[in-house]
């Protein structure tokens, strides 16, 4: 085809699909106006005001799902199966006229939402043959349908959807052309075409496709349905009943790979994942902060989000214990000592119980006495439930003494009565007494002989000894509870009531999760599913995870298969090598990362004055697109905040995601899962030395960088990072 014409014809197509995008937010703008319509009118055709509140909710959430955010696409790819004539456009061709820089949209559709089981629109296996001959779609973050109700955006997560991150050109899956689209602030600037059957296939070698992957970041994480890879596509779309671990070098996008999971699952699995709840639990506030726009940007409004300390929450913590204490605390061992406790409240009865009732008197022998607390016992039944189940066995031999004198039936308010008449409260309190959480964990830490009785054979004297408090508060209530003392707590809960459970939970940083911490969130995910995420070679915490099997163990999902993921995508190689250096030095069993960038940069140097080569260096980092990290030792921060400030340079906080500031200062421990374009690193080796994980926290902190990472300092590199520097 001659350059004029194929000229032509890019120009052609390029206008189509902007008459297609143009046709797409119309359609979107009327399907919001009905919800907002059907909103305004609900109350007035739901039956009664349970319903009408029901209503109002669901469709609420159905405006809020249906936000549309002009500078960002509706689309980013579209699929022709074979048999559609009309996608002679291009070998390899690009249409070009500007910039190619997809933005991520803001929330979605539920149409298109598969029925609860079903497939789902265009459904079948993704493979392109039978229903999908010769068809066209357009995959986008939602679905998008016409007047008629025909597609005319298929959400990126319809079966059909799945070919356009899994075919390739040695399996087509029936795939003709795959087309990616690039925009700029909205605006669809150009589109490059994979020919698949022709063999053509552009891989990593895609310029849309590395645009998007090596876009600056500032401000919240975004989605990667654009960009998502055939392995990370075959953890997001596993199925609902299946509990998997991503070991996730960093860059690999094993967070991207944890929140996409969610949000395919309740595509497909809808209404029961909105009984059931799903979970994002990460390491800490700013964390969360910065992931939490992902979902809605993939119109999912309705997951819950918390650190492990804010779902264990049940008392304020205001005080802080050695970390030789904490340590002790979260070890799996005190789930056993907390059970015995729980266990050895229970007594045998000693003595019947007589009833006055009127002219009657009714009596329980020692005999049937005993058989209901063993049998109690016997059933494993949280202690709390046990205690009733008690209650109500002894009440039921009343009733049968009742029913044989009186010929008839007690009712209901002779049957509470029973229940709180006091022979029936005193015998629960003597052999089944009433407990709380806290007052358990208290009584255990305020009592050597006590714990002594739980402890024996599981801890050693020295270690009760570091346990029980010298000087105890006289009760739980006065008691100051420490982070540690609030995760003994959520065990004893958990051994006292049954607590409400979620669908799903997707467990990010899940490296630093103490066995205890895996407990906590075990109870919450019994009868649900697992995603966790994390990297061993990022574990900070005293009580780090060295072994997946293990934490899958305390986690309740044993048999869960463990995934690692190597090829990084958004730090550069050259950042990944220098990080690497420390690998040998955090002794655990990960596969190094590798990183697929060759852009970039290092620069490595020694220098006189930290804080003045810290403000050149921000400044200098401005000069390019993107965000600004400084990470430095916690101590540090205070300082070099305030001399940005001498400098005019704003800083934000790590957990400020929204904030105007393009340099965010944040202290090392607060770094884990964030990313900036820029990163400045300030004296490694005080980093290094101010805790006992140094090396894993400083691993964490080299791997921040997504563009460039400038490593300043003043003492000498820590050892393993020697003759691995640059610039």
Known sequence: MPALDLDTHLDTDLAAERTHLAKSRAALRRMRERA???????????????????????????????????????????????????????????????????????????????????????????????????????????????????????????????????????????????????????????????????GEELGTTSRILTSEIERPRVGPMRDIVATIQ???????????????????????????????RAAYLLYLHRERLRRAGVLIVGPNRAFLSYIAAVLPALGEVEVEQ??????????????????????????????????????????????????????????????????IVEETRREGLPYGTGRERVRARVVSLLQRQAEARRAESPGDAWLRRMSRCRPVVDFLDAVWPALTPEGLVHSLLSDPDRLSAAADGLLSDAEQALLVWAKPARTPKATRWTAADAVLIDEAT??????????????????????????????????????????????????????????????????????????????????????????????????????????GGLDVRAVTDLTSATVAEVRSALAHDGSVGVIAADDAVDGLRAALADAGVATATADDVAAAERVTLVPATLVKGLEYDHVVVVEPAAIVAAEPRGLHRLYVVLTRAVSRLAVLHHEPLPAPLVGGSAG
Request: aromatic share 6%; proline share 6%.
């Open 36 to 198: 907002e319509a059907l909103f305004s009118t609900g109350d007035q055709v739901a039956g009664d005001a349970y319903a009408a509140e029901t209503l109002g909710r669901t469709l609420a959430r159905r405006v809020a799902e249906l936000a549309d955010d002009p500078t960002t696409p509706l689309f980013f790819g579209r699929l022709d199966f074979t048999g559609n004539t009309d996608h002679e456009t291009t070998d390899n061709a690009t249409a070009d006229s500007a910039t190619a820089d997809s933005e991520a949209t803001s929330s979605g559709s539920t149409d298109g939402r598969p029925a609860q089981g079903g497939s789902g629109s265009g459904s079948g296996s993704g493979s392109g043959s039978g229903d999908h001959e010769g068809r066209r779609y357009h995959v986008g973050r939602r679905h998008v349908s016409d007047e008629l109700g025909e597609p005319l955006v298929l959400d990126w997560r319809a079966p059909v959807s799945r070919s356009f991150y899994r075919a390739s050109a040695r399996d087509p899956q029936g795939v003709a052309v795959r087309r990616r689209f690039g925009f700029s602030n909205g605006v669809l600037t150009s589109f490059e075409d994979e020919r698949l059957d022709r």
């Open 230 to 260: 055939p392995e990370q596509d075959e953890l997001v779309r596993a199925d609902l009943a299946d509990s998997i671990c991503v070991q996730g070098a960093p860059g690999t996008g094993k967070t991207a790979v944890g929140l996409h």
């Open 306 to 371: 918390a650190t492990v300390e804010e779902l264990i929450s049940r008392v304020p913590v205001r005080a802080v214990e050695a970390p030789t204490v904490a340590t002790l605390k979260h070890d799996v061992r005190m789930a056993s000592v907390l059970q015995r406790a729980v266990q050895a409240q229970i007594d045998t009865p000693t003595e019947s119980i007589t009833v006055s009732d009127g002219s009657f008197r009714w009596r329980i022998g020692l005999e049937p006495l005993h058989r």
């Open 494 to 599: 958990g051994l006292l009531e049954r607590p409400s459970g979620f669908g799903h939970v997707v467990v990010d940083e899940a490296q630093d999760l103490s066995p205890m911490q895996c407990r906590a969130i075990a109870r919450r995910s019994e009868h649900g599913s697992i995603t966790l995420l994390g990297d061993l070679a990022q574990g900070t915490a005293p009580w780090a995870a060295t072994d997946w099997k293990e934490s899958l163990a305390h986690l309740g999902k044993p048999d869960a298969v463990v995934v690692p993921l190597t090829i990084g995508f958004r730090v550069p190689a050259a950042v990944v090598a220098f990080a690497n250096l420390l690998l040998p030095a955090l002794a655990v069993d990960v596969p190094p990362a590798e990183s697929l960038r060759h852009d």
